[in-house]
């Protein structure tokens, strides 16, 4: 299919031309990815009635781009307070905060920022000049596939574990019991409900999020005066530009990491109902495997944070795809986005991008100028938003623990789940005080329930027959590619322990 570039040219300056609804949509959604328990999803949905009376152009392009901004908002209170402002970004807490902690909050969030900016603009791009192509690879993405790439994520727990091989196992095991939680996939038979309506769908994610990081290390902070270790606080009183300018170097410097990683966010969002989580966790355990330091990763090292937060925004444009293409939406923001296009009489699908190119491709090219229009829009902020490490736990802890718990209602509107949020704090605190990974557990109730889905999909397919999982070529090539991510780990290790003995 070849461009018409007249007409790329002109979406172009359209779309610069709407900067009075892509800036305010940007700021707006920085806003509700930093507070947990807000996404792009139910955010848009307490919008429809003014999306919905707005010409379409218009309500796809503010949609568009409040879900690119959320995606990168998600990332700064990871980083600042060890707390996801979405599910995307749990992975970056890993190395995010221990950053923060060493006083390096701000070159954290600017390679957030730059990591987030950088992914998004190059999934976007490439998603407007291969729209065709990326629609075919959402065909051959099936349950057999999914399985494998689900297993990627989950060999993160194994990752964790290397620590202390014991307490992350168990840590992990425990999170994917909770995710087990609810009616089962096959005769929707109710599992360990405990009688609570609540619960029939499984553990909800945001409560188990906001209890398990937010109110937990608000719990375990309470006993120090801030966040920041000596030496960190030393380096965090003197901000300066030239941290930000560390920031984009260290940046600059892994643009490679930066763009594989945005293309595995790519990839799973182009898959339906796969989604940020997965995408994150999976580049977050990739990265790791084939870093020359792998040591090193909860440490507090950039690439712990660059890897998560560029897949996490590559899965924006990614999870457009199927909706614009064929009519299937690809995650909750995109499915609020079909009711939009649906009430406005858009008929989705291969037609659109013949009969309303203008649409069509808009939507994707307003991506684009959104993540241009974030450099001097959300970069600056990063020297101010550091100082919020230096504020006292004593004021800190209570505003994330009543903040946070009043985010956990918001999703479904339950009473119910602000209850849950605060088992959840209890069991996290516990977990840290004892020694144990709550990203572990958290890894468990997210990606164990979705695991579960598609493998017992796979299996009803092929009446029970278990070599369904090693039935597709591509379905193969990712299991050769699991096994050499679990085995280099290994053969490196014992690569250096020959060289240090010779």
Request: hydrophobic share 55%.
């Given at each position: 299919?070849?461009?018409?570039?007249?007409?790329?040219?002109?979406?172009?300056?359209?779309?610069?031309?709407?900067?009075?609804?892509?800036?305010?949509?940007?700021?707006?959604?920085?806003?509700?990815?930093?507070?947990?328990?807000?996404?792009?999803?139910?955010?848009?949905?307490?919008?429809?009635?003014?999306?919905?009376?707005?010409?379409?152009?218009?309500?796809?392009?503010?949609?568009?781009?409040?879900?690119?901004?959320?995606?990168?908002?998600?990332?700064?209170?990871?980083?600042?307070?060890?707390?996801?402002?979405?599910?995307?970004?749990?992975?970056?807490t890993l190395d995010g905060y221990m950053m923060a902690?060493?006083?390096?909050?701000?070159?954290?969030?600017?390679?957030?920022?730059?990591?987030?900016?950088?992914?998004?603009?190059?999934?976007?791009?490439?998603?407007?000049?291969?729209?065709?192509?990326?629609?075919?690879?959402?065909?051959?993405?099936?349950?057999?596939?999914?399985?494998?790439?689900?297993?990627?994520?989950?060999?993160?727990?194994?990752?964790?574990?290397?620590?202390?091989?014991?307490?992350?196992?168990?840590?992990?095991?425990?999170?994917?019991?909770?995710?087990?939680?609810?009616?089962?996939?096959?005769?929707?038979?109710?599992?360990?409900?405990?009688?609570?309506?609540?619960?029939?769908?499984?553990?909800?994610?945001?409560?188990?999020?906001?209890?398990?990081?937010?109110?937990?290390?608000?719990?375990?902070?309470?006993?120090?005066?801030?966040?920041?270790?000596?030496?960190?606080?030393?380096?965090?009183?003197?901000?300066?530009?030239?941290?930000?300018?560390?920031?984009?170097?260290?940046?600059?410097?892994?643009?490679?990491?930066?763009?594989?990683?945005?293309?595995?966010?790519?990839?799973?969002?182009?898959?339906?109902?796969?989604?940020?989580?997965?995408?994150?966790?999976?580049?977050?355990?990739?990265?790791?495997?084939?870093?020359?330091?792998?040591?090193?990763?909860?440490?507090?090292?950039?690439?712990?944070v660059l890897a998560p937060e560029s897949s996490n925004?590559?899965?924006?444009?990614?999870?457009?795809?199927?909706?614009?293409?064929?009519?299937?939406?690809?995650?909750?923001?995109?499915?609020?986005?079909?009711?939009?296009?649906?009430?406005?009489?858009?008929?989705?699908?291969?037609?659109?991008?013949?009969?309303?190119?203008?649409?069509?491709?808009?939507?994707?090219?307003?991506?684009?100028?959104?993540?241009?229009?974030?450099?001097?829009?959300?970069?600056?902020?990063?020297?101010?938003?550091?100082?919020?490490?230096?504020?006292?736990?004593?004021?800190?802890?209570?505003?994330?623990?009543?903040?946070?718990?009043?985010?956990?209602?918001?999703?479904?509107?339950?009473?119910?789940?602000?209850?849950?949020?605060?088992?959840?704090?209890?069991?996290?605190?516990?977990?840290?005080?004892?020694?144990?990974?709550?990203?572990?557990?958290?890894?468990?109730?997210?990606?164990?329930?979705?695991?579960?889905?598609?493998?017992?999909?796979?299996?009803?397919?092929?009446?029970?027959?278990?070599?369904?999982?090693?039935?597709?070529?591509?379905?193969?090539?990712?299991?050769?590619?699991?096994?050499?991510?679990?085995?280099?780990?290994?053969?490196?290790?014992?690569?250096?322990?020959?060289?240090?003995?010779?």
């Open positions: 299919m070849g461009w018409d570039f007249n007409l790329l040219y002109n979406l172009i300056s359209t779309a610069f031309g709407w900067w009075y609804i892509i800036i305010p949509a940007v700021i707006l959604g920085t806003l509700v990815g930093a507070v947990p328990g807000f996404n792009a999803a139910n955010t848009l949905i307490l919008l429809l009635p003014l999306t919905l009376s707005m010409k379409i152009e218009l309500a796809m392009v503010f949609m568009a781009s409040l879900y690119c901004a959320t995606q990168l908002g998600g990332g700064i209170p990871a980083i600042l307070v060890n707390i996801p402002g979405t599910g995307g970004a749990a992975a970056t902690k060493n006083g390096k909050a701000q070159q954290a969030l600017v390679c957030c920022f730059a990591s987030s900016v950088l992914g998004g603009l190059i999934t976007s791009i490439v998603v407007v000049l291969a729209m065709p192509y990326l629609v075919q690879m959402s065909f051959y993405i099936r349950s057999v596939e999914m399985v494998v790439v689900m297993l990627f994520g989950l060999t993160l727990i194994a990752v964790i574990a290397a620590q202390d091989m014991l307490k992350g196992l168990i840590a992990g095991f425990f999170g994917l019991l909770i995710g087990a939680i609810g009616a089962d996939q096959i005769y929707s038979t109710p599992r360990a409900t405990f009688g609570f309506l609540e619960l029939y769908e499984g553990v909800p994610l945001v409560p188990a999020l906001i209890g398990l990081f937010a109110i937990s290390e608000a719990l375990a902070m309470i006993d120090k005066p801030t966040i920041l270790t000596e030496e960190g606080k030393a380096r965090a009183v003197t901000v300066r530009w030239a941290d930000t300018i560390e920031g984009l170097v260290i940046s600059a410097r892994h643009w490679w990491l930066i763009t594989w990683t945005a293309f595995v966010g790519l990839i799973i969002g182009i898959i339906p109902g796969a989604g940020a989580s997965i995408a994150a966790f999976v580049a977050y355990q990739q990265t790791r495997t084939f870093s020359k330091h792998p040591e090193l990763f909860g440490t507090g090292i950039p690439e712990g925004n590559g899965v924006t444009s990614g999870s457009l795809v199927p909706l614009m293409a064929i009519g299937v939406p690809g995650g909750s923001t995109a499915a609020v986005m079909m009711v939009v296009l649906q009430y406005q009489g858009i008929v989705l699908g291969p037609r659109l991008f013949i009969q309303n190119p203008e649409l069509a491709y808009g939507v994707f090219i307003s991506m684009v100028v959104a993540y241009i229009f974030m450099i001097p829009t959300i970069l600056p902020l990063a020297r101010y938003l550091s100082r919020v490490t230096l504020i006292p736990t004593q004021y800190l802890a209570p505003l994330i623990i009543g903040f946070t718990t009043v985010g956990s209602f918001a999703p479904r509107e339950y009473i119910f789940d602000m209850g849950l949020a605060l088992v959840f704090g209890i069991i996290g605190y516990i977990a840290r005080r004892t020694g144990y990974h709550v990203t572990a557990i958290l890894i468990g109730i997210i990606l164990g329930p979705i695991f579960e889905r598609y493998l017992m999909r796979a299996l009803r397919i092929s009446q029970g027959d278990i070599s369904v999982l090693f039935s597709s070529t591509i379905g193969n090539v990712l299991w050769v590619l699991l096994v050499l991510s679990l085995l280099l780990p290994y053969l490196r290790q014992r690569r250096m322990r020959k060289t240090t003995a010779g």
